[in-house]
């Protein structure tokens, strides 16, 4: 399972629509379908109930769903810290320089 799976799951259960899926993830309708697909086979079952006419979630898609938007939620909030400490910490590196010695790498502040 992976974040585009997720991500495909979460907003077709809010859209009930594979085309508006598809427009919403900026996806053809055939690729929301596969990663649908690819999701149920992993987990061995059915999240969407598919008619010619409608589609809803199964009642194990139901209880998946606050699950699978909370994986959502900590993999973006996760990714979001990450950049900003990996950014300050670019930001902090800057300025200065590593000198080597014999008995080790000391790191020095650059002047101004």
Not at 2 to 17: D, H, I, K, Y
Request: aromatic letters at 8%.
């Amino acid at each position: 399972m992976n974040t585009s799976q997720l991500e495909c799951f979460v907003t077709l259960a809010g859209t009930l629509n594979f085309v508006k899926t598809a427009e919403i993830l900026g996806l053809s309708q055939p690729a929301v379908s596969k990663q649908i697909r690819a999701i149920e086979t992993e987990l061995g079952a059915a999240l969407f109930r598919r008619t010619s006419r409608a589609v809803s979630l199964t009642p194990v898609g139901e209880r998946f769903l606050p699950e699978a938007t909370d994986m959502l939620n900590i993999f973006n909030r996760s990714r979001a810290w990450i950049h900003s400490y990996t950014e300050e910490n670019r930001k902090s590196a800057r300025g200065m320089a590593f000198f080597s010695k014999t008995s080790g790498r000391q790191l020095y502040p650059l002047p101004a």
